[in-house]
């Protein structure tokens, strides 16, 4: 199993450009989950899904969307990006037996530059 | 509102040395989570360890060790007789369930720990 992986591994862009971050497990896990982590902030969720199809907004959603049309893949958009949007992004998945106890394995990390 | 805090910011040690990671936190759930993660300097992030809220006991596994206090709201992490490849920044996180299912985790902003030889 390779777990939960990412796509790409390093992104430079300029501002007021588009990318879309793939993220995919192959553990048949339910819920899927985006983060940023920034310096001095831990790691803070952007979005998340709890099914195929399903998505909701996290903590810091704005200028990101999100879509997960098939189970083992979860899509991070950024339409218009800026340079508060540089961060590294992980993504993470959990199996839903009891929500509270799941616990959440993460993805190697995608690093974003905004220029 | 959830919170967790790693007052430690930074550690260093030499290698061999015990050293402790603290970490507090705030919650008004009567039933919850509490995670210790690893991010080694590669960058990804590995889980170490989940305890409930009704289990207090300590707990060991190898060098590693943690104990729960519900009466301080403390989840400390201590690792015994330290070496360079524990250097990482280690981060507690508390759970929290979301609307419609799945949780959230509230992480603390990591402790960076240095083991020199």
């Known amino acids: 199993n390779a777990g939960v992986t990412q796509t790409p591994k390093f992104r430079v862009l300029k501002t007021g450009q588009s990318m879309t971050l793939l993220c995919a497990q192959d553990m048949n896990h339910e819920y899927m989950y985006w983060y940023r982590q920034d310096p001095g902030m831990g790691l803070r969720l952007i979005h998340y899904s709890v099914g195929e199809g399903t998505t909701a907004k996290g903590e810091v959603p704005d200028g990101y969307n999100v879509s997960r049309l098939k189970k083992q893949n979860f899509l991070l958009g950024l339409e218009s990006a800026a340079p508060s949007q540089t961060s590294v992004y992980f993504c993470a998945s959990s199996y839903s037996v009891v929500a509270l106890s799941d616990t959440q394995y993460f993805g190697p990390g995608t690093r974003l530059t905004v220029l | 509102a959830q919170k967790v805090t790693q007052a430690q910011t930074e550690i260093s040690v030499v290698e061999k040395e015990d050293v402790t990671l603290d970490c507090v936190y705030e919650?008004?759930?009567?039933?919850?989570?509490l995670f210790w993660y690893k991010q080694p300097p590669s960058g990804e992030l590995v889980f170490l360890i989940r305890?409930?809220?009704?289990?207090?006991q300590n707990e060991i596994s190898g060098r590693y060790s943690w104990n729960f206090q519900k009466s301080t709201s403390s989840f400390n992490f201590t690792i015994t007789a330290s070496q360079v490849v524990d250097s990482a920044v280690y981060f507690c996180?508390?759970?929290?369930?979301?609307?419609?299912?799945?949780?959230?985790?509230?992480f603390g902003t990591g402790t960076q720990l240095k083991v020199e030889l």
């Open positions: 305890r409930n809220s009704f289990d207090e």
């Open positions: 996180a508390l759970t929290l369930i979301l609307t419609g299912g799945g949780n959230k985790l509230t």
């Open positions: 919650t008004r759930d009567t039933t919850y989570y």
